[in-house]
């Protein structure tokens, strides 16, 4: 436990964790934070906006194994792409629950948040 940080507890006796070297990461904010949000949302729909509607372009993804997925689904494209920011998750979750729901438009929803 000592390499993530150490563990204290609060007054009702639960325990949490202070984590190490927090000090030394940065966080955006203001101004800076929302460009970040709006260039992480605009990169995940414009990497689905060239596979909708009827001259739509195939994608061809590649995982880590070496498994190689070709579609033109903006449910699977965005099921497939590995992303860490905060805004492009909510911008996955957004079409896996337009897929559950309706089945359909998952790339519409995405391109349509811009």
Avoid: W
């Amino acid at each position: 436990m000592s390499q993530y940080g150490t563990v204290a507890f609060d007054e009702y006796g639960r325990p949490f964790i202070i984590v190490r070297d927090q000090d030394q990461k940065s966080r955006l904010k203001g101004v800076d934070a929302i460009k970040s949000h709006i260039l992480a949302a605009k990169c995940v729909a414009q990497t689905v906006r060239t596979s909708l509607g009827p001259n739509g372009l195939d994608k061809m993804m590649v995982s880590p194994d070496g498994e190689v997925t070709i579609t033109n689904d903006g449910a699977t494209i965005l099921d497939k792409m590995d992303v860490s920011h905060q805004i492009a998750k909510l911008m996955v979750e957004l079409s896996k629950s337009q897929d559950n729901e309706i089945g359909d438009g998952t790339t519409g929803v995405v391109v349509n948040v811009i």
